[in-house]
């Protein structure tokens, strides 16, 4: 896990007190001029190549900062020649590269944030890695896969493609095996809904997708994979940036049979309708006229086809499984930067369109859905002790349907966001605020949400403590499915508050750094949307209140780049709070289909190009039910990898082999969608230049 700042050592080593920093801008890694260092009652400016030379042999801590940027506060005692990369306040984007040391900054967003390297083609996969992120796997590979945290559904989940909202319209969710890994460069994943993220449906948390970097000179990739079941995986990227023009295409294709079985009673029952074919193309230019200006233009296309797989019904064949499902999504947005009155301003467009095909025995539905918005964002003030920034988004989506009565509605939401820097004493004391407020013109309704943190920050530590309204939209089947849809649903609200903790050992023993974090939560919803049976059909109504408490542990250690050790532990208690009716008796109970508890530990060993990575997940027990009368046991899965890297020149070669469920669990995440009971193996080979 890291934080918003990142250090690369390069191994050369300052002689005596003193060092050369060098100060680049995260998203862009140019050199930052006139960036204040201070070192008791010394103080320095970067110069026009971003660089400076101090001596600190007279303090314990460097202090860095910027205006517009947030403050870092470094220890010099293990300080050395290095790149330090200053993250834009208004940012919210966080970094982690694993298997470096660890080092842990000060100076981020008042949250619980990691940035997860994507070194596969499966996100469920990468995401899977932290213990309070749960996949809801609909079958294996290709199948459905959604993501919720803490205790919160998909719904309350906001998924991003670089910012920009991919929720499905109708069913308020993200399917992550439409996205293919190789797409993507890394997973921002912000746990939990506090300030100041998301918008619709960020109550469980955020996860915004970075899709592949635009570097300079001529940059491209090859990704061949083959695994168990007949799945096979290709993936091609080619790009080139210079100085006023960048630009990446991209490419992906798998396809899978996943025909397996699995035990039930003593019976072997082989389940069908679980094939799929994935196609996905991306491209990205972005043009840079000078310094103070850029524009970029990027496009996303998914096509997918196969089996939709129903859940299994308990008899002992699947042959009535025969749903088939097309999907072909697209997304297109123009990003405009530029300095206007001596401040940011960006200014963003974008439109995607939904289409899907569903045939199965008894149901037919065709389904097309678009939405278009657009978002500005202004800095309102950069200076050093004060931070803001102001932005105002509109959104408006549509939908034709075989089975929606009403297809339109449109959403205004306006956000201001401030950071005051407080360098009392020792420590460094940031007080956040955040303003949302949101107008539904359909039914004129008017919203408002507001927020508020703190955070302080010694040498290698800091802590926060935060509180957040959120919401979340009904969805448009939720609205309009017929029949049954309610029009009359109030968005759902939630009062969100945290605390957490981290402390870092840069240097413990010797090579060795530690990393450690503790959080406290917890999220109230009011006003939950559920659908529920009627006298004909069912039908969806605010009428459920939801409390999730909960406790996240994790730690980190890293022996340089020989030997790293992580764990985490995350125990959860979500709670149904309102009653339904007169009748119900299962206020106090917990919400089903959530784990109470999850741990994760993972170690991996690297020397001359070998890599070896051995993982172990356990998911605890949840209920299937909200009279917590039956539950899906616990399971623990084992995962391998073996790789090889070559480098020659610029050419990167790597040979890697995966295994999954080395212990051959039988298992369900979902109820009714088995999980192949055996090992699945995964060869893959990767040329990079």
């Known amino acids: 896990m890291r934080r918003f700042f990142i250090i690369l050592l390069f191994g050369n080593l300052a002689f005596g007190q003193s060092v050369s920093i060098e100060i680049r801008d995260f998203w862009t890694a140019q050199p930052v001029e006139e960036v204040r260092a201070v070192c008791t009652a010394d103080t320095v400016f970067s110069d026009v190549s971003g660089r400076l030379f101090m001596e600190v042999a007279a303090c314990d801590s460097l202090r860095i900062s910027h205006p ?44 619980v944030i990691e940035r997860l390297s994507v070194e596969d083609h499966s996100l469920s996969s990468t995401l899977s890695r932290l213990s309070s992120v749960q996949i809801r796997d609909y079958g294996g590979s290709g199948q459905t896969q959604t993501i919720r945290m803490r205790g919160m559904s998909a719904e309350q989940t906001q998924v991003l493609f670089d910012g920009i909202p991919i929720n ?148 002992y064949s699947d042959s009535g499984n025969v749903a088939a499902m097309d999907i072909n999504n697209t997304l297109l947005a123009i990003k405009y930067n530029r300095r206007l009155f001596e401040r940011r301003f960006e200014l963003q467009f974008y439109q995607r369109n939904e289409w899907m095909e569903y045939a199965g025995l008894n149901l037919f539905s065709r389904h097309f859905n678009k939405e278009q918005g657009w978002r500005g964002t202004i800095n309102l003030s950069e200076k050093q002790s004060f931070f803001s920034s102001t932005s105002i988004y509109f959104n408006e989506q549509k939908a034709i349907s075989t089975n929606l009565s009403q297809t339109r509605r449109s959403t205004l939401q306006h956000d201001l966001f401030a950071v005051v820097n407080l360098p009392w004493s020792a420590f460094n004391w940031q007080m956040f605020s955040t303003f949302r407020s949101l107008y539904f013109p359909n039914t004129e309704q008017l919203a408002f949400l507001p927020g508020a943190a703190l955070q302080v920050s010694g040498n290698d530590w800091h802590s926060h403590l935060s509180i957040q309204k959120n919401y979340r939209l009904p969805g448009l089947n939720d609205l309009y499915w017929q029949p049954g849809g309610n029009p009359d649903l109030k968005p759902e609200l939630s009062l969100a508050t945290e605390w957490g903790i981290e402390r870092g050992w840069p240097d413990l023993i010797k090579k060795v750094g530690l990393e450690t974090a503790l959080t406290l939560y917890q999220n109230e919803v009011h006003d939950m949307i559920r659908w529920q049976p009627g006298a004909n059909y069912w039908r969806p109504a605010n009428i459920r209140g939801v409390r999730a408490r909960g406790l996240e542990i994790s730690a980190q250690a890293d022996y340089g780049k020989i030997l790293g050790m992580q764990g985490s532990y995350f125990i959860n208690a979500t709670v149904k709070t309102a009653s339904e009716s007169n009748a119900d008796h299962t206020v106090g109970n917990f919400v089903p289909q959530v784990p109470r508890e999850a741990f994760a530990a993972a170690a991996y060993f690297s020397r001359a190009g070998w890599r070896l990575d051995v993982e172990y997940r356990h998911n605890g027990y949840q209920y299937l039910t909200f009279e917590n009368d039956d539950f899906l046991p616990a399971v623990g899965l084992l995962h391998c990898a ?33 999980q192949p009971e055996h090992p699945l193996y995964e060869i893959e080979f990767e040329i990079k230049y």
Do not use: C
């Open 642 to 674: 073996l790789q090889k890297e070559l480098y020659f020149d610029r050419w990167q070669f790597r040979l890697s082999g995966r295994g999954r469920n080395l212990l051959s669990e039988s298992y369900q995440i979902v109820p009714g969608y088995p």
């Open 168 to 315: 499905n319209l109708q069913l308020s969710q993200t399917d992550l095996g439409l996205i293919d890994g190789g797409l993507i460069s890394s997973v921002d994943v912000y746990r939990g809904g506090g300030m100041p993220f998301g918008g619709s449906g960020a109550i469980g948390g955020t996860v915004n997708l970075r899709p592949q970097n635009i570097e300079s000179g001529w940059r491209g990739a090859v990704n061949i994979s083959l695994a168990s079941l007949q799945n096979q995986h290709f993936s091609g990227r080619a790009g080139y940036g210079s100085e006023r023009w960048q630009g990446m295409v991209a490419l992906s294709r798998s396809s899978g049979e996943n025909k397996f079985s699995f035990t039930q009673n003593g019976h072997k029952i082989t389940l069908q309708n679980r094939d799929y074919k994935n196609l996905s193309r991306y491209g990205k230019l972005r043009f840079l006229p000078d310094a103070e200006k850029s524009v970029e233009l990027q496009v996303l296309h998914i096509l997918r086809s196969g089996g939709a797989a129903e859940p299994f019904q308990g008899s």
């Open 68 to 111: 517009g940027y947030f403050q870092q506060v470094l220890s010099t005692a293990n300080l050395q020649n290095e790149i330090i990369y200053l993250l834009p306040v208004e940012s919210t984007s966080a970094i982690s590269i694993l298997a470096d040391p660890l080092f842990l900054q000060n100076g981020s967003l008042p949250a």
